[in-house]
Protein backbone atom coordinates (compact mmCIF):
# COMPACT_ATOMS: atom_id res chain seq x y z
CA UNK A 1 0.00 0.00 0.00
CA UNK A 2 -0.34 2.09 -1.89
CA UNK A 3 -0.60 0.11 -4.91
CA UNK A 4 -1.25 0.44 -8.35
CA UNK A 5 -4.68 2.28 -9.16
CA UNK A 6 -3.24 4.76 -5.60
CA UNK A 7 0.20 5.65 -8.15
CA UNK A 8 -2.76 5.77 -10.97
CA UNK A 9 -4.48 8.10 -8.88
CA UNK A 10 -2.18 10.39 -7.54
CA UNK A 11 -0.56 10.71 -11.17
CA UNK A 12 -4.17 12.00 -12.75
CA UNK A 13 -4.42 14.14 -9.41
CA UNK A 14 -1.00 15.65 -9.60
CA UNK A 15 -0.16 16.18 -13.32
CA UNK A 16 -2.05 19.29 -13.82
CA UNK A 17 -0.35 21.39 -11.84
CA UNK A 18 3.49 20.34 -12.86
CA UNK A 19 2.56 19.38 -16.59
CA UNK A 20 4.10 22.14 -18.62
CA UNK A 21 5.27 24.24 -15.59
CA UNK A 22 8.44 24.99 -14.62
CA UNK A 23 10.28 23.47 -11.26
CA UNK A 24 11.54 26.42 -9.21
CA UNK A 25 13.73 24.04 -6.83
CA UNK A 26 13.31 20.94 -5.16
CA UNK A 27 13.34 20.76 -1.30
CA UNK A 28 14.58 18.04 0.56
CA UNK A 29 13.81 17.77 4.35
CA UNK A 30 14.92 14.15 4.58
CA UNK A 31 17.08 12.70 2.39
CA UNK A 32 17.32 8.95 4.29
CA UNK A 33 14.32 7.24 2.68
CA UNK A 34 14.17 3.53 1.17
CA UNK A 35 17.50 5.08 -0.68
CA UNK A 36 19.36 8.35 -0.31
CA UNK A 37 17.38 11.08 -2.66
CA UNK A 38 19.37 11.31 -5.56
CA UNK A 39 21.47 15.08 -5.34
CA UNK A 40 20.86 15.63 -8.79
CA UNK A 41 17.13 16.69 -7.80
CA UNK A 42 18.75 19.64 -6.06
CA UNK A 43 19.87 20.72 -9.61
CA UNK A 44 16.85 21.08 -11.41
CA UNK A 45 15.83 24.86 -10.71
CA UNK A 46 14.74 26.12 -14.30
CA UNK A 47 13.82 22.59 -15.94
CA UNK A 48 10.30 22.46 -17.57
CA UNK A 49 8.13 19.23 -16.51
CA UNK A 50 7.09 17.83 -20.35
CA UNK A 51 5.32 15.15 -19.21
CA UNK A 52 4.30 12.28 -16.22
CA UNK A 53 4.06 8.93 -16.22
CA UNK A 54 4.08 5.70 -14.20
CA UNK A 55 5.88 2.52 -14.16
CA UNK A 56 4.53 -0.15 -12.06
CA UNK A 57 4.39 2.01 -8.80
CA UNK A 58 6.38 4.46 -9.72
CA UNK A 59 6.00 8.24 -10.49
CA UNK A 60 7.81 9.71 -13.62
CA UNK A 61 8.21 13.24 -13.74
CA UNK A 62 9.98 13.99 -17.27
CA UNK A 63 12.12 17.06 -18.17
CA UNK A 64 14.52 17.43 -20.74
CA UNK A 65 17.50 16.77 -18.72
CA UNK A 66 15.94 13.18 -17.51
CA UNK A 67 13.45 11.66 -15.47
CA UNK A 68 12.39 12.31 -11.45
CA UNK A 69 11.28 9.22 -10.08
CA UNK A 70 9.00 8.63 -7.11
CA UNK A 71 7.91 5.99 -5.24
CA UNK A 72 5.55 6.25 -2.63
CA UNK A 73 6.40 3.30 -0.55
CA UNK A 74 4.36 1.52 2.36
CA UNK A 75 2.87 5.07 3.57
CA UNK A 76 3.66 7.69 1.35
CA UNK A 77 1.33 9.80 -0.45
CA UNK A 78 1.72 13.05 -2.59
CA UNK A 79 -0.53 16.14 -2.46
CA UNK A 80 -0.55 19.63 -4.41
CA UNK A 81 -0.38 22.88 -1.73
CA UNK A 82 0.31 26.65 -2.35
CA UNK A 83 3.48 27.78 -1.50
CA UNK A 84 3.17 28.86 1.99
CA UNK A 85 1.10 26.09 3.04
CA UNK A 86 3.00 24.90 6.85
CA UNK A 87 5.05 22.00 6.63
CA UNK A 88 3.99 19.06 8.71
CA UNK A 89 5.70 16.70 9.86
CA UNK A 90 7.11 13.37 7.88
CA UNK A 91 7.12 16.07 4.78
CA UNK A 92 9.93 15.37 3.44
CA UNK A 93 9.91 16.64 -0.09
CA UNK A 94 8.62 19.25 -2.23
CA UNK A 95 9.03 19.78 -5.71
CA UNK A 96 7.88 23.85 -6.23
CA UNK A 97 6.52 24.97 -9.14
CA UNK A 98 6.29 28.04 -11.11
CA UNK A 99 2.80 28.33 -10.96
CA UNK A 100 2.44 28.85 -7.21
CA UNK A 101 2.23 24.86 -6.31
CA UNK A 102 4.26 22.86 -5.25
CA UNK A 103 3.64 18.97 -5.07
CA UNK A 104 4.44 17.99 -1.12
CA UNK A 105 5.94 14.16 -0.23
CA UNK A 106 4.74 13.13 3.28
CA UNK A 107 5.95 9.38 4.02
CA UNK A 108 5.99 8.41 8.01
CA UNK A 109 7.85 5.20 7.63
CA UNK A 110 10.28 6.42 5.23
CA UNK A 111 9.89 3.54 3.22
CA UNK A 112 9.38 5.61 -0.42
CA UNK A 113 12.36 6.79 -2.70
CA UNK A 114 13.24 10.13 -4.89
CA UNK A 115 15.27 9.21 -8.04
CA UNK A 116 16.91 10.77 -10.95
CA UNK A 117 18.22 8.95 -14.17
CA UNK A 118 18.71 10.04 -16.94
CA UNK A 119 17.65 7.02 -19.34
CA UNK A 120 14.55 5.35 -18.23
CA UNK A 121 15.47 2.56 -20.58
CA UNK A 122 18.49 1.55 -18.27
CA UNK A 123 17.54 2.44 -15.18
CA UNK A 124 18.26 -0.51 -12.83
CA UNK A 125 14.94 -0.33 -10.73
CA UNK A 126 13.06 -0.99 -14.35
CA UNK A 127 15.53 -3.55 -16.06
CA UNK A 128 13.49 -6.67 -14.33
CA UNK A 129 9.86 -5.77 -14.48
CA UNK A 130 7.27 -7.22 -16.22
CA UNK A 131 4.23 -5.65 -18.17
CA UNK A 132 1.77 -3.57 -16.73
CA UNK A 133 -1.11 -5.42 -16.31
CA UNK A 134 -3.57 -2.91 -17.95
CA UNK A 135 -1.26 -3.44 -21.27
CA UNK A 136 -2.21 -6.15 -24.22
CA UNK A 137 1.30 -7.84 -23.31
CA UNK A 138 -0.42 -8.90 -20.41
CA UNK A 139 -2.69 -11.79 -21.86
CA UNK A 140 -4.15 -15.41 -21.47
CA UNK A 141 -1.08 -16.68 -23.25
CA UNK A 142 1.52 -14.71 -21.39
CA UNK A 143 0.53 -15.62 -17.98
CA UNK A 144 -0.25 -19.29 -18.44
CA UNK A 145 3.35 -19.40 -20.35
CA UNK A 146 4.85 -17.41 -17.43
CA UNK A 147 3.10 -20.02 -14.81
CA UNK A 148 4.37 -23.26 -16.17
CA UNK A 149 6.68 -25.42 -14.05
CA UNK A 150 6.33 -22.49 -11.03
CA UNK A 151 5.70 -24.26 -7.80
CA UNK A 152 4.80 -21.15 -5.90
CA UNK A 153 1.73 -20.01 -4.67
CA UNK A 154 -0.65 -18.74 -7.02
CA UNK A 155 -1.20 -15.34 -5.25
CA UNK A 156 2.74 -15.00 -4.67
CA UNK A 157 3.31 -15.90 -8.38
CA UNK A 158 0.71 -12.39 -9.19
CA UNK A 159 2.77 -10.18 -6.76
CA UNK A 160 5.49 -10.82 -8.64
CA UNK A 161 6.37 -7.87 -10.48
CA UNK A 162 8.96 -9.91 -12.78
CA UNK A 163 5.88 -11.58 -14.18
CA UNK A 164 3.62 -8.58 -13.98
CA UNK A 165 3.58 -5.34 -11.90
CA UNK A 166 1.28 -3.46 -9.84
CA UNK A 167 -1.29 -6.51 -8.69
CA UNK A 168 -0.47 -6.14 -4.96
CA UNK A 169 -2.14 -7.75 -2.13
CA UNK A 170 -5.73 -6.20 -2.12
CA UNK A 171 -6.39 -6.60 -5.87
CA UNK A 172 -4.69 -10.24 -5.83
CA UNK A 173 -7.01 -11.26 -2.85
CA UNK A 174 -10.34 -9.56 -4.76
CA UNK A 175 -9.23 -11.21 -8.54
CA UNK A 176 -8.97 -14.46 -6.68
CA UNK A 177 -12.04 -14.59 -4.98
CA UNK A 178 -13.85 -13.35 -8.48
CA UNK A 179 -12.42 -15.60 -10.20
CA UNK A 180 -12.93 -18.99 -7.76
CA UNK A 181 -9.09 -19.65 -7.24
CA UNK A 182 -7.77 -20.26 -3.90
CA UNK A 183 -4.15 -18.54 -2.92
CA UNK A 184 -2.42 -21.40 -2.37
CA UNK A 185 -3.05 -23.01 -5.30
CA UNK A 186 -0.05 -24.14 -7.12
CA UNK A 187 0.53 -21.35 -10.33
CA UNK A 188 1.17 -24.09 -12.31
CA UNK A 189 -1.72 -25.61 -12.44
CA UNK A 190 -3.42 -23.01 -13.93
CA UNK A 191 -5.38 -23.95 -16.68
CA UNK A 192 -5.55 -21.61 -19.63
CA UNK A 193 -9.61 -20.77 -19.33
CA UNK A 194 -8.40 -19.78 -15.27
CA UNK A 195 -5.50 -17.56 -17.16
CA UNK A 196 -8.42 -15.74 -19.17
CA UNK A 197 -10.91 -15.07 -16.73
CA UNK A 198 -8.11 -14.01 -13.94
CA UNK A 199 -6.57 -11.63 -16.37
CA UNK A 200 -9.71 -10.59 -17.53
CA UNK A 201 -10.75 -9.73 -13.48
CA UNK A 202 -7.20 -8.14 -13.33
CA UNK A 203 -7.70 -5.72 -15.43
CA UNK A 204 -11.19 -5.20 -14.38
CA UNK A 205 -10.48 -4.85 -10.47
CA UNK A 206 -7.50 -2.33 -11.27
CA UNK A 207 -9.39 -0.01 -13.80
CA UNK A 208 -12.75 0.20 -11.15
CA UNK A 209 -10.10 0.94 -8.25
CA UNK A 210 -8.82 3.68 -10.54
CA UNK A 211 -12.14 5.06 -11.06
CA UNK A 212 -12.87 5.64 -7.85
CA UNK A 213 -9.36 7.07 -6.63
CA UNK A 214 -7.86 3.78 -5.12
CA UNK A 215 -8.66 2.24 -1.84
CA UNK A 216 -7.89 3.94 1.39
CA UNK A 217 -7.55 1.16 4.67
CA UNK A 218 -5.17 3.15 6.27
CA UNK A 219 -2.60 6.15 4.48
CA UNK A 220 -3.49 6.51 1.58
CA UNK A 221 -5.01 9.82 0.48
CA UNK A 222 -5.74 11.43 -2.72
CA UNK A 223 -3.90 14.58 -4.14
CA UNK A 224 -6.56 16.67 -2.93
CA UNK A 225 -6.87 14.86 0.52
CA UNK A 226 -10.14 13.19 -0.34
CA UNK A 227 -10.13 8.93 0.64
CA UNK A 228 -10.00 6.75 -2.01
CA UNK A 229 -13.62 5.15 -2.55
CA UNK A 230 -13.09 1.26 -3.51
CA UNK A 231 -12.41 0.34 0.08
CA UNK A 232 -16.21 0.24 0.36
CA UNK A 233 -16.54 -2.22 -2.77
CA UNK A 234 -13.95 -5.00 -1.41
CA UNK A 235 -15.48 -8.42 -1.06
CA UNK A 236 -12.98 -10.37 0.98
CA UNK A 237 -9.29 -8.54 1.58
CA UNK A 238 -9.63 -7.34 5.66
CA UNK A 239 -13.15 -9.41 5.92
CA UNK A 240 -11.70 -12.08 8.51
CA UNK A 241 -14.51 -13.94 10.02
CA UNK A 242 -17.26 -12.07 7.84
CA UNK A 243 -19.65 -13.86 5.74
CA UNK A 244 -18.76 -14.08 1.95
CA UNK A 245 -20.78 -11.73 0.15
CA UNK A 246 -21.94 -14.95 -2.07
CA UNK A 247 -22.40 -17.78 0.26
CA UNK A 248 -22.69 -16.66 3.40
CA UNK A 249 -19.25 -18.22 4.71
CA UNK A 250 -17.13 -17.11 6.60
CA UNK A 251 -13.89 -15.30 5.55
CA UNK A 252 -10.96 -16.98 6.24
CA UNK A 253 -7.35 -15.60 6.16
CA UNK A 254 -3.98 -17.59 5.59
CA UNK A 255 -0.65 -15.79 5.86
CA UNK A 256 1.36 -16.94 2.04
CA UNK A 257 4.94 -14.72 1.65
CA UNK A 258 4.86 -13.01 5.01
CA UNK A 259 1.32 -11.30 3.47
CA UNK A 260 -2.13 -11.86 4.61
CA UNK A 261 -4.53 -13.88 2.16
CA UNK A 262 -8.15 -13.76 2.47
CA UNK A 263 -10.52 -15.92 0.92
CA UNK A 264 -13.41 -18.27 0.89
CA UNK A 265 -13.12 -21.85 2.26
CA UNK A 266 -16.12 -22.35 0.02
CA UNK A 267 -16.38 -20.31 -3.17
CA UNK A 268 -12.14 -20.74 -3.50
CA UNK A 269 -11.62 -24.66 -3.11
CA UNK A 270 -7.97 -25.48 -2.75
Given at each position: ?12 G ?40 R???Y ?7 G ?11 V ?10 K ?15 Y????R???W??T ?21 N?D ?7 K ?10 D ?12 N???F??G?H ?6 T ?16 LT ?9 L ?19 Y ?6 C?Q ?15 F ?8
Amino acid sequence: MPELPEVETALNGVSPYLKGFTIEKIVVRQAKLRWPVSPELLQLSGQKVTALSRRAKYLIIHTPQGYIIGHLGMSGSVRIVPHASPVEKHDHLDIVMNNGKLLRYNDPRRFGAWLWTDNLTDFHLFLKLGPEPLSDAFNADYLFKKSRKKQTALKTFLMDNAVVVGVGNIYANESLFLCGLHPQKTAKTLTKVQCERLVHTIKQELTRAIQQGGTTLKDFLQPDGKPGYFAQELQVYGHKARPCPQCGTKIESVVIGQRNSFFCPVCQKK
